[in-house]
């Protein structure tokens, strides 16, 4: 299992990731390293380009472990190290984006306790392509971002902003105040999600892989909605659900209401 850094900066790898670095957020580049051999095919040798364009350092190691990344890692043959650009501050958070009128706002999406890197990453990348510019987990029980998070997300940790509040509750107690709108997803609501008027200040707030919403989290929704299935299978991976869920709300700001 890779553990958490705690450095400045993260290690992250593959093809995907280290290119969305190098097309979005090259400032947050700090070095490039790969092996030999890549740079051998067209699409490798034209990232390499793209990294030297912008000015980022890239140089050629042996072994990609030089860099940090863990050992049995499908890196590709290149590796990163950034900064962690996608780390917002819990306050000012509260008070530049929170507080913000209602003509400035997109959904919000909070996860409660998603512990799973791969769900994690893949619930980001899907935040990113629905136009979610804020996602708010909890430290502590949550899956932290590591590179296994920016690899399963293909290096769209690039374009996340991610508040690590210290206590879920509380911060999403505060959203309320603030006239924020909470819906949780829930399996076993009556309510389906395009029901839901999602066209508004809302925060969609994703349960736990195994047990869904905690109570505490539960108690301060204001609805609970529910994703209908028709086949044999009853339930979903978090991150398929996060996708449906998001597109809804999507939809909704796009058609200006709820519905089918």
């Known amino acids: 299992m890779e553990k958490a850094q705690k450095t400045q900066h993260l ?7 280290v290119r969305e670095f190098a097309c979005s957020r090259p400032d ?5 390293g790969h092996i030999p051999k890549f740079g051998r095919k067209k699409r490798e040798r034209s990232l390499i380009d793209l990294l030297h364009k912008k000015g980022i350092s890239v140089r050629e190691i042996s072994r990609l472990a030089e860099m940090g990344i863990p050992s049995g890692t499908v890196h590709q043959g290149i590796a990163a190290k950034v900064q962690r650009i996608w780390e917002l501050d819990e306050e000012r958070c509260l008070n530049d984006v929170i507080k913000a009128p209602r003509e400035h706002q997109t959904p919000i999406l909070a996860c409660d306790e998603i512990t799973d890197p791969q769900n994690f990453g893949a619930i980001l990348r899907g935040a990113v392509a629905m136009g979610v510019n804020l996602i708010v987990t909890q430290r502590r029980g949550s899956a932290p971002v590591t590179g296994t998070v920016a690899k399963a997300s ?12 210290e206590n879920l509750r509380r911060f999403l107690t ?9 819906v949780g997803l829930a399996p076993e609501a009556k309510q389906f999600v395009w029901q839901e008027d999602l066209n508004q200040k809302a925060i969609l707030i994703l349960g736990s892989e195994e047990k869904g919403l905690r109570k505490t989290i539960r108690s301060l929704c204001e609805t609970l909605v529910s994703i209908p299935l028709e086949g044999s299978i009853q339930s979903l991976n978090v991150s398929q659900a996060s996708g449906i869920v998001l597109y809804e709300a999507l939809r909704q700001k796009k058609t200006g209401s709820p519905g089918p």
């Open 174 to 182: 505060k959203c309320k105040e603030y006239g924020w709108k909470l």
């Open 154 to 165: 293909s290096g769209a940790i690039a374009l996340c902003n991610i508040v690590y509040c």
């Open 28 to 32: 947050a580049l700090i070095e490039v």
């Open 11 to 17: 290690v992250i790898w593959g093809f995907h990731p």
